[in-house]
């Protein structure tokens, strides 16, 4: 059945049921108000709207139909659908998910499950059971929204949506409140909630999940597995951040910051792509961690002094933490040579770091790296041979010219060192446009155009390196990084997305060799934006971008401040790992053992008790009256004044009635004022009236307390 077919049905199906709405009224169940109905509609919109991307065509359907009947059932035009009609919606919409979730992954599909019962609970709903089920519900989708949006600024979004879940069921005990007071009253029971959740996050143990999220299916961004000579000039059109890093000690200058992230070995004359043989290392990564030794066990122990030293004779140590932003893909990224004991990782053969799960949330990773360690030193036959595999046939020109290397420069270090000169003495130009290239891309290049991007420049290096008989493979990653003096740490971005060589010499292992140096060195030693526009690069297809306000300092100061914000979210909330909490125990309770850990928290659950118990009436240290019944009492106690005390046992009826008669000739004024104050009085205290109608009484009890207290000033001397 058609979802236009199956929504005509459950209008005509309904139409027995909409007469009898239209003449009974709303039929909003025995204890539903308005308002729980008007607040309901704004939860649906606010829990809903973060999870927009992954819904489903269909899901985002049924989500819609449900609103558009529930507005319908709010202003009077429509009846609730009958329970089969629902139940056959929701049957089918499972069918429906059950069949598309090896597209959209086991996850989405059991999120879209989800979102599928809350929309149809919400629109078949009649009791107040049903409104609190439908609530409990709306907290479970806020959790599941904040596995993918963890940043700070979608943590405030969802603490308001949590606000506005919490309102319904504030309505469903003071519903003659307006929507201010219930926002209030909302948003006071989640602040009142903030010390126990923040007392459990900083005490509670950071144990290993017990069980796996499955793996989201989303698009990928960042670097692949496999690199054609196009596909980082595409990159550097994205102003999307990639990761995040801070330093322990000195940091490396600009020209040092290369982010290493994928080794590409395997090249058809058209794309590079990883290994067969790595490939199964990572697979088999999760169940048989690959073992690399520590790099500084190549090197002299380092002690604190030498760690910090500039001399050459002292082996080099950067310490620094890194915060990924989610690619979906589990390569992560470390400067030479890298090393990594997080357990969330491996240290893979060819000295990258690879997480053992996609990086589907923002990751944090403590990583060092030695810039002087070797990268094996000695090379098998296997590895020898795949690093110097070239398509037969392929690039005739480039591979005569690699001859015509080899025999002027024997010596493997002067011949390399000459074909990079090849590339500066040559009239080559950098572009990340280049124009187009044939099936034979190096001679197309090398002969050609003589332009292109730095995946161009490396293959072409590589190829040549590899026809001369030295083993060379294609390394991509990150090059640079922007620094923030706020907070002390750089900011890598897709568009400073790179590719180098690597070449396998004699006694030094892999070295790094980067052509796009030779050609245009700003890139390198300055920074991206130092040899491109970014309205010509990254800042094309990103309109509102913060990155537009680099060239407004004051501008781009702030945007620097917003982002420090946001960094130190990362690092100390969703950073916070067993080692800070014991560093933040530490600070507070000295010396961290379990008897002070469980002391800290009795102490603060009492604390947060008692303010609880407070703030709800439990107990009072001066019991304060209502502002309706003091006022009442006011009142009287003037009256008192004049002779007219009001006895106990008389209720305020009874002694307004008393009055009257006593009083109805002396003062009918009076008489009038005080009648009517004693009817809003009585309404205000001991009826339960609608929203309008308690404000209604509550002004006119204001107006005449206003008007007796006039009164009483001193023309009534005949109450005497």
């Not at 969330?344 to 030695?370: E, F, I, T």
């Not at 620094?483 to 060589?501: E, F, K, R, T």
Request: proline residues 6%; hydrophobic residues 45%.
């Amino acid at each position: 059945m058609s979802l236009k077919s199956m929504t005509s049905a459950m209008a005509t199906e309904s139409a027995a049921q909409l007469n009898a709405y239209r003449a009974n009224g709303p039929q909003t169940g025995d204890n539903i108000s308005r308002q729980t109905l008007f607040w309901l509609l704004l939860t649906n919109l606010a829990v809903l709207s973060p999870l927009f991307d992954k819904t489903t065509p269909w899901t985002l359907g049924i989500c819609a139909i449900c609103l558009l009947w529930r507005i319908g059932i709010y202003v009077g035009k429509v009846a609730k659908p009958p329970r089969y009609l629902v139940t056959s919606l929701a049957i089918g919409a499972a069918i429906t998910l059950a069949l598309v979730s090896g597209t959209i992954g086991l996850l989405n599909a059991l999120v879209n499950l989800l979102i599928l019962g809350y929309a149809l609970k919400y629109i078949e709903m009649r009791s107040v059971r049903d409104v609190r089920a439908v609530v409990i519900v709306g907290y479970f989708l806020i959790a599941l929204t904040f596995i993918d949006h963890q940043s700070m600024l979608n943590t405030v979004h969802l603490i308001g949506v949590t606000i506005i879940n919490t309102c319904v069921l504030v309505t469903l005990y003071q519903s003659q409140h307006r929507w201010q007071h219930t926002a209030w009253i909302g948003a006071k029971l989640l602040l009142q909630s903030m010390p126990l959740a923040l007392l459990l996050f900083l005490v509670l143990p950071r144990f290993a999940p017990l069980w796996l999220v499955p793996n989201v299916k989303e698009a990928q961004t960042g670097l692949s597995d496999s690199l054609a000579v196009g596909d980082i000039s595409k990159l550097t059109r994205s102003s999307a951040l990639a990761f995040r890093v801070s330093f322990t000690d000195a940091s490396p200058t600009q020209a040092e910051l290369y982010w290493r992230a994928l080794v590409l070995e395997d090249y058809d004359g058209l794309t590079w792509r990883q290994d067969a043989g790595i490939k199964q290392i990572q697979k088999d990564a999760f169940f048989f961690p690959p073992s690399r030794p520590d790099p500084a066990r190549q090197l002299p122990s380092l002690t604190p002094k030498t760690q910090n030293s500039t001399s050459n004779s002292q082996p080099r140590v950067y310490r620094y933490q890194v915060i990924a932003e989610p690619s979906h893909q589990p390569w992560l990224f470390g400067l030479d040579v890298a090393y990594s004991q997080d357990d969330k990782l491996v240290n893979l053969p060819d000295y990258r770091l690879y997480a053992l799960r996609n990086v589907d949330q923002r990751m944090g990773y403590n990583a060092s790296s030695w810039p002087q360690a070797k990268m094996d030193l000695t090379l098998s036959a296997k590895q020898r041979q795949i690093n110097l595999n070239l398509p037969a046939d392929s690039n005739p020109r480039a591979r005569q010219l690699a001859a015509e290397f080899k025999t002027k420069y024997p010596e493997p270090h002067k011949r390399l060192w000459a074909m990079m000169g090849y590339f500066n003495q040559q009239p080559f130009f950098y572009t990340l446009t280049p124009p187009p290239i044939g099936r034979q891309q190096v001679d197309d290049f090398l002969f050609e155009n003589k332009a292109g991007f730095c995946a161009h420049y490396a293959s072409a290096f590589i190829f040549m390196a590899r026809a001369s008989g030295i083993p060379a493979r294609m390394v991509t990653g990150y090059q640079g990084g922007e620094y923030n003096p706020q907070a002390n740490y750089l900011s890598v971005y897709q568009y400073m997305a790179h590719a180098w060589a690597e070449v396998w010499l004699e006694n030094e292992g892999w070295v790094r060799f980067d052509p796009t140096a030779m050609v245009a060195p700003n890139r390198i030693e300055q920074g991206f934006d130092a040899e491109f526009s970014p309205e010509q690069s990254y800042l094309q297809e990103s309109p509102f971008s913060s990155l537009r306000f680099k060239s407004m300092p004051w501008l781009n100061e702030l945007r620097q401040r917003f982002a420090s914000v946001d960094y130190y979210w990362s690092l100390w909330v969703l950073g916070f790992n067993q080692e800070r909490q014991n560093k933040v125990l530490s600070g507070i309770l000295g010396e961290v053992t379990k008897a002070k850990v469980a002391m800290f928290m009795s102490v603060c659950i009492g604390l947060i008790g008692l303010y609880i118990a407070y703030s709800v009436g439990l107990f009072r240290f001066k019991r304060e009256q209502d502002p309706i019944s003091a006022k009442y009492q006011r009142i009287c106690q003037r009256l008192s004044k004049f002779g007219i005390a009001r006895p106990a046992h008389l209720g305020p009826n009874a002694f307004a009635a008393q009055l009257i008669d006593t009083h109805q000739q002396q003062s009918p004024l009076f008489c009038r004022e005080f009648d009517m104050f004693t009817q809003s009085y009585v309404a205000l205290k001991y009826q339960n009236l609608a929203d309008n109608d308690y404000q209604v009484a509550l002004k006119r009890f204001n107006a005449a307390a206003k008007a007796l207290n006039w009164l009483l000033f001193g023309p009534s001397k005949q109450l005497k």
